[in-house]
């Protein structure tokens, strides 16, 4: 788990949507909770990818960082550093290069070594 958990923040990283998705189960649930911006969910493989790229470009650079992990076989919750670059301005006001910098934590959930749920919570 620990080690599907950092090739997913690599991935991320990388803006490598194809690496992200080959962790994913068809059927991933995937949540972003957060505090400026709302809750977007996705419940597919081909949404989720839509929406990864969708966010990729809206950063010229992104960083996730783990902080703090508790792991067991099938779900693990990871407490994260997050920081980006803007690449575009966005319409709550902030504007390419800003920097965003957050705290958050993500939940995952795996069967079958895939991701069936990501939840993020910020």
Known sequence: ????I???INAYNAKDIP??????????????????????????KQAFEQLALQSADY???RKQVVRFMVVSA???AVEIDYSA???TDLPNGLKAGDTIRLRGVSIFEMK???FTRISDYS
């Open 1 to 4: 788990m620990e080690e599907t």
């Open 6 to 8: 950092q090739a997913y």
């Open 19 to 44: 690496a992200l998705l080959a962790l994913l189960d068809d059927q991933i649930f995937f949540e972003n909770i957060s505090n400026s911006s709302g809750i977007t969910q996705t419940t597919s």
């Open 59 to 61: 950063v010229a650079e």
């Open 74 to 76: 099938t779900a693990a």
């Open 85 to 87: 670059t803007l690449a």
């Open 112 to 114: 079958h070594k895939k």
